[in-house]
């Protein structure tokens, strides 16, 4: 993938929005658990009581928990309340939410900042569960045992009815700071300061009560807050998750496009080496089923490459937090699923190339039994290629069944490490909880957290199926963007001279070239020069060349030595669309495209009118389609196959003709035509190309015999030139050719 990533930059700045939104997403979903602990905890277990240091209290409260305070802390304390007296306009304004203030004194809380909660937490929160522990003791004398089994048989010895507080007075600080020590000394065994303070919101709530405010309606308010916020959080979480799905969509779809666009324009621009190296097969899947391949990997890429690690390591992080004992479970969970994983993809990696090449395969079975309908057809082949198609399309589902049963595995498997990472976690938290060193709402808030990991792993277990997958395609079709294109404009071209003083001849110069694959040259050293407005053929065993002579001309293939110069002008050193603009060709295999026949033959001049290419069917001896009900707008199959042979090729050449241009190369565009046909249509040609330059390819001697001059090839060297009557003489690979004709060509 990393090959292709180039291709992302025009989606920078959507990219980059998707990974701000994915922060916030994974945020929200991260803090969610926490409000859900805060509801279990405050607003359930603590009755909405959020801190230890309430908002008021009793005149008689501060005065108990003064003496477990030292005098700095009470200076501190007394500094954030203030004293409310009852009978005052404010003690009638503040006994509405506080109704105890109407008849006792109250003091209340002047800033209840975040700050100031923090620095007054510690000393208050215990010095208020020591008084409300101390009431308790003094309702009901057993309870001692069970708050303070160091003081209990103290308190035991005290006489009924006695106000416990009024004797704490008594005591020296010294021991009053005993009783405070012992109690810090339980609460450090189950938690330490947090465990105090925690206990110290029931003395709090109790407080309230004591004031007449109505602790339901705290409790009711804190949950509706709380959530209040998880709903705005998971609200806030379902925008941001539609619009990164928005964006990876348009990121997904438009880099399948680019590259889809970007791919085609390379192939288009290919020579005849790139083709070789290449087959038409692999194009077509690289083109389709490849890009598809990438475009669906890219779009979980956006969302889960980024998403999946910062629920996972963000999940691990909260999850310490909240209980830094239990760490080893979610360990024990990583590390198998990592087992899992890593066991999974180094079994099914190595079978995506396979089944990239097995498409391949499939795709070229399916193209050339298409193609070649009718030979199958023909030689009663069907059964045969059936099941030449069956075993490839069997060998490709057996192994993709393979894939799929291997990835079907992993949710059952991974869904079974989840389900047994909640048991322990149940059963060792049930026994954190049981020892008072975690609390309920902690426990469900570290199983939330274990299974954002656990489904971290799941969502990139995900993205490592398509991935693997993905970067063979990806690694496929980079092949064919990173290939070097050997035919090329060159740097500085140079141009033909102008059209009035343009002359169409052709020089070879000690020409050979050589296969980009090959082990030897298929044309050695072939000098030839073709005269401005000269018909020459060419001619020559199978394999000998010919065709690859004249592919040299407009530069499908660059020569390997010697050069090509088209009006004085080396053909390398023109831009390739000068090159060609020079050149109608007609290829040996006649390529119609889908449409009609006007549209076929504007494919060479889109400016044509009706008038030429009424003509240039009349000399292609395409007069079949004047008798067509549709004329011009005659439908036109894919490649042509609703015509015959000779009528394809006849079409190829009308289509070349309405480009009217100085040089025309035919090779062997006429071996589908009668022989009747191809003696009228050379009889058209000559009329109406004179002071043209014509180059033909041809085993048939009667096609090339009037030329003015006639190449003989033979395993790629010329062997002989001249005209029919000198060549019969002086060549014999010629005239052991032609004789092998005569009779054809008298009966024709």
Known sequence: MLRIFKYFKPYVVPLLVAIALLFIQADADLTLPDYMSDIVNVGIQQGGVEHAVPEAMRKSTMEHVALFLSEQEQKEVLAHYRLVKPGTPEAQTEAAKYPAAAKEAVYILTDQSPETIAALEPSLGKAMLLVFGLEKIQQNPE????????MAPRFANLPPNTDLFAVLAMLPAAQRQQISDAMSKRFEAIGGEKAIVQAATRAVKAEYEALGMDTAKIQNRYILRTGGLMLLIALISAIATITVGFFAARIASGVGRDVRHLLF???M????AEFDRFSTASLITRATNDITQIQTAIMPLVRLSFYAPLIGIGAVIHALDKSPSMWWTMALAVVILLGLVGLVFSVVIPKFKLIQKLIDKLNLILRENLTGMMVVRAFNRQTVESARFERSNRDLTELNRFVNRVFVIMMPLMMLILNGVMILILWVGAHEVARSTM??????????????VVFAFLMLSMLFILLPRADVSANRV?????????????????GFPKAESFTPDIRFERVAFRYPTAEEDVLHDITVRIAAGQTVGIMGTTGSGKSTLVNLIPRFYDVTAGSIALGGVDIREVPLEDLRAQIGYVPQRSNLFAGTVESNLRFANPDADEEAMRRALEIAQAQFIFEHPDGLQAEVSQGGVNFSGGQRQRLTIARALVKDAPIYIFDECFSALDYQTDARLRRALREHLAGRTIIIVSQRVATIKDADKILVLDEGRLICEGPHKALMQTCEVYREIALSQLKQEALA
């Open 143 to 150: 309870e001692a045992k069970k708050l303070m089994p160091n």
């Open 478 to 494: 980079a092949d064919v963007l990173d290939t070097e294109i050997t035919v090329l404009t060159p740097p500085e071209p140079r």
């Open 265 to 267: 324009e390379k192939v």
């Open 439 to 452: 609390q309920v709402g902690d426990m469900m808030a570290f199983m939330q957290y274990a299974m954002q």
């Open 269 to 272: 621009r290919f020579s005849g």
